[in-house]
């Protein structure tokens, strides 16, 4: 397992309505603040937070790794070796740099696949999860199926995830996107793959279908905490804290040791005008974790309910 993330970061997000269509606006600060415009980014907190705390992908992964380096699309494996690998040390930079150069002197075919994998691994540790996705890509190009190119998939959402730019965000949304149909098409049932899909779309001109597609989720698997999450982020962030007070309940039901969703429970009652039953769920809140940055955010929402 890759180390743990960092202290927890919880945001509060807006809704704009524009044209008839919904559009999103997200935000990466440390507890609930005033957000900033950057599209792409509710899809990528909640995806994160809900992978983290909802049985997801167990990986880590930095901000700061996903603003370096070029994505690798369907392209070759253009100057990876070239980009900092900022959370490499000098021994996984060799190991990369060596299995780089094999890679790409060598003709026969099962040991590409093989130092394919190598290198995948290798940048998942030092957590370049596009550059993962890329090598992973090629290994289900070649040996296509449900788990390869899930295998592919989950790191560009990994990488998603932790985009710190609108172009960033849109590149890699969309190359999950088309990665996470290929599930879908080997296993229309594959309710994780659905369930990411879902969130990458946020990014997408259409975000609309990714919330009937987390519906549709939840519909096959009402206790799927990953949609229940998203789908009451986004309850919140369309105004709706009734709504999102219902699907972080059920959230608590399916899963009681869910940090993040007990916090938005206290965000939604807050949001609901339920005061007192948002104070409970702040403080039961603090009962669930030491963690300093989700103490400090907690602290705050109590402040604001005096």
Not at 142 to 169: M, N
Not at 170 to 199: H, I, R, S
């Amino acid at each position: 397992m890759a180390k743990s993330r960092s202290s927890f970061t919880p945001q509060l997000l807006v809704l704009v309505l524009a044209a008839g269509l919904v559009a999103y606006l997200f935000l990466l600060p440390k507890g609930v603040v005033k957000p900033k415009e950057g599209k792409g980014e509710l899809a990528q907190d909640a995806a994160r937070t809900a992978n983290r705390d909802g049985g997801g992908p167990a990986t880590s992964g930095s901000k700061t790794e996903a603003s370096s380096g070029p994505v690798p699309a369907s392209g070759g494996a253009t100057a990876m070796s070239d980009q900092p690998h900022t959370q490499a040390s000098g021994e996984q930079r060799t190991q990369l740099n060596t299995l780089l150069a094999r890679y790409r002197t060598t003709a026969d075919a099962a040991t590409r696949l093989s130092l394919a994998t190598d290198l995948a691994k290798q940048y998942q540790k030092v957590q370049r999860f596009d550059s993962a996705g890329y090598y992973y890509e090629q290994v289900a190009l070649a040996r296509p199926g449900e788990q390869a190119w899930k295998r592919a998939a989950d790191q560009y959402f990994e990488a998603y995830s932790f985009a710190t730019t609108e172009q960033r965000a849109k590149m890699l949304g969309t190359k999950t996107q088309a990665l996470y149909e290929k599930v879908l098409k080997e296993n229309p049932q594959n309710l994780d793959a659905k369930t990411n899909l879902g969130m990458a779309m946020m990014a997408s001109e259409n975000p609309v279908a990714g919330i009937t597609m987390l519906r549709e989720v939840l519909a096959t698997d009402p206790k799927n905490e990953k949609a229940l999450y998203n789908l009451g982020i986004l309850a919140l962030q369309s105004n709706q804290p009734d709504k999102a007070v219902g699907r972080f309940q059920e959230l608590m039901k399916v899963n009681p040791k869910n940090v993040t969703g007990q916090f938005y429970l206290g965000v939604s009652l807050a949001q609901a005008g339920e005061k007192e039953e948002a104070k409970a769920a702040f403080l039961k809140t603090k009962s669930m974790s030491a963690d300093p940055g989700l103490l400090t955010s907690v602290n705050e929402e109590l402040q604001k309910l005096q």
